[in-house]
């Protein structure tokens, strides 16, 4: 098996067992991204450089201190909302178009800490504002199983990267379905944890109470393994929640031990009927291993959208406030100073950033807040309770994680409504700030499907294990044919 074939246990259990040296990793890595990334354009930053002196200093180890190295000399991409020392963090904006952090953000820290060598920053909606990754300042980036197609988004180049084979695994982030979405068109797993759980410290927000960090890769298990990295307090992130975090490999379950909610909500209008047939194929299959399956309501379910789109925009509004031009990044030339904050935003900012800076302001504005961002922050809790009394009967529920296949480019990007309802089964986990995971289920006319699994809030070792436990059951499915490698 070739190098880039490895996943990240794999890897990183090879490497602490001196089989295979950082070294190797990397340029076998670095080797499948010169073949790859001209095809699919996954990265906005690529520091090989960094990453060998990195590799020297993983090889350099005793196997002993190897051991304390979960992820020891596995390569890993950042999403470029990250902040990072080494490589220049844009968000996919040109508004910071070679922006230098002066900090890391805790997450990359936290990967490094444990062994990781980041290779590169990749592609994504700007703002992470998007659906399909079309709305980066720089270029598109394209499905690995067709490249007439969109990779999701925002987190699009992550899992694009990840499902290429270009890395072994990635870290996203996750405001609406940015990571699950993604991972269900490029067909990789990808895990939203609960809100709080991962450090937003140097994440550029879009809209604080929503963002989570998260990590894609190619199974639940090494998901698991930068979940445990990454996860836990950080006295830098006000919103960092102090519970511990469960570590080690979890056990299957048995399905007969396994209650599965099934919402009438996510089973009805606007799923396509080639998604909703795998859906039903799904649970079948657990119904027939001895799974529970058991019928529920999320009656406010019907709001999420809207909800979201009132709560999201007012947050970013806010949020993107800082970019003005004074104090960093892209600045308009001008010698007064309101028409150099108009034209710097004006030439910074993309449609997508600009259409829901302008959905916030007025959400936000007086005389309209009551009747939007109030009363959105009102559904937003009711949503919250139907959660927890699904909670009360279930461990966990089990969703589609989009209503249809990857859509080809151009297809919705002149319809933002229709783009935003890419993300109706996604939006509502992020409200209710509790975690999701989308694994693979197989192929539809030769493109992937995801199924997303809703857990209670800090039950992310639970989900996984059941995420797990389904992986084990559903058939594996081959790895996209592109590089020239199949």
Known sequence: ??????????????????????????????????????????????????ARRRAKVIDQLS????????????????????????MPTTAGSKILKGFMSP????VVDRLEAAGAIIVGKTNLDEFAMGSSTEHS?????????????VPGGS????????????????????????????????GVTGLKPT?????????????????????????????RLLYEVIAGHDPLDATSLPQTVESGRPSLPDWRDVRIGVPKEYDG?????????????????????GAQLVELSLPHTRYAIATYYLVAPAEASSNLSRFDGVRYGFRAESNELLPMYERTRAEGFGSEVTRRILLGTHALSAGYYDAYYLKAQKVRTLIRRDFELAFGQVDVILAPTTPDIAFQFGEKSQDPLQMYLSDVYTVTANLAGIPGISTPAGLIGGVPVGIQWLGAA??????????????????AQPWPSVGGDL
């Open 1 to 50: 098996m070739a190098i880039h074939e490895f996943g990240v246990r794999e890897l990183a259990d090879r490497i602490r067992a001196k089989e295979l040296s950082a070294g190797e990793a990397v340029a076998a890595i670095f080797d499948r991204i010169d073949k790859t990334e001209p095809i699919i354009q996954a990265f906005l930053h690529l520091d090989p450089e960094y």
């Open 63 to 86: 196997a002993e201190e190897l051991q304390h190295l979960p992820l020891a000399g596995v390569p890993i991409a950042v999403k470029d909302n990250m902040t990072t020392i080494s």
């Open 103 to 106: 900090y890391n953000a805790t």
């Open 137 to 149: 300042a720089y270029h598109i980036t394209r499905n690995p199983w067709d490249t007439n197609r």
């Open 155 to 186: 987190s699009g180049g992550s899992a694009a990267a990840v499902a290429a084979r270009m890395v072994p695994a990635a870290l996203g982030s996750d405001t609406g379905g940015s990571i699950r979405q993604p991972a269900s068109y490029c």
């Open 195 to 223: 809100y709080g759980r991962v450090s937003r410290y140097g994440l550029i927000a879009f809209a604080s109470s929503l963002d989570q960090i998260g990590p894609l890769t190619r199974n639940v298990e090494d998901a």
């Open 269 to 289: 209008e606007g799923i396509a009927p080639r998604v909703q047939a795998r859906y039903h194929e799904v649970l079948a299959l657990l119904q027939e291993q």
């Open 458 to 475: 800090l039950q992310e070792t639970r989900l996984l294990e059941i995420a797990q436990a389904f992986e084990h059951l559903w058939p």
